[in-house]
């Protein structure tokens, strides 16, 4: 059974930084790539980041804002980001994420973590 259980999130001022972290299951990060996405309120799901080796994959508006990373050894994916704006405000989800002719999908996603950025 894929699970993520994602914490860290909170308010924090414009230009801040905030960790995310997701803990998952060894077997679910050896057999898949993970990602975040994000959803804020009234809007639809927009991916953040998938992969953490080689040329791992960011969107177009969080690219060298925001560095995703895993520690096997502890069984969790962080989500380091930073000069954060008040549109990065969203519900984050850590999930499995695969690209389908250059669309990135997420499945198996936990609870969410909620992110406010606001002065």
């Known amino acids: 059974q894929v699970q993520f259980v994602e914490s860290g999130g909170g308010l924090v001022q414009p230009g801040g930084s905030l960790r995310l972290s997701c803990v998952t299951s060894?077997?679910?990060?050896?057999?898949?790539?993970i990602g975040w996405f994000r959803q804020a309120a009234g809007k639809g799901r927009e991916g953040v980041s998938c992969g953490t080796v080689g040329l791992p994959y960011y969107g177009d508006s969080v690219k060298g804002r925001f560095t995703s990373s895993v520690d096997k050894s502890k069984n969790t994916m962080y989500l380091q980001m930073n000069s954060l704006k008040p549109e990065d405000t969203a519900v984050y989800y850590c999930?499995?994420?695969?690209?389908?002719?250059?669309?990135?999908?997420?499945?198996?996603w936990g609870q969410g973590t909620q992110v406010t950025v606001s002065s």
């Open positions: 999930a499995a994420c695969w690209e389908v002719t250059g669309v990135y999908e997420y499945g198996y």
């Open positions: 060894r077997s679910t990060l050896d057999y898949y790539k």
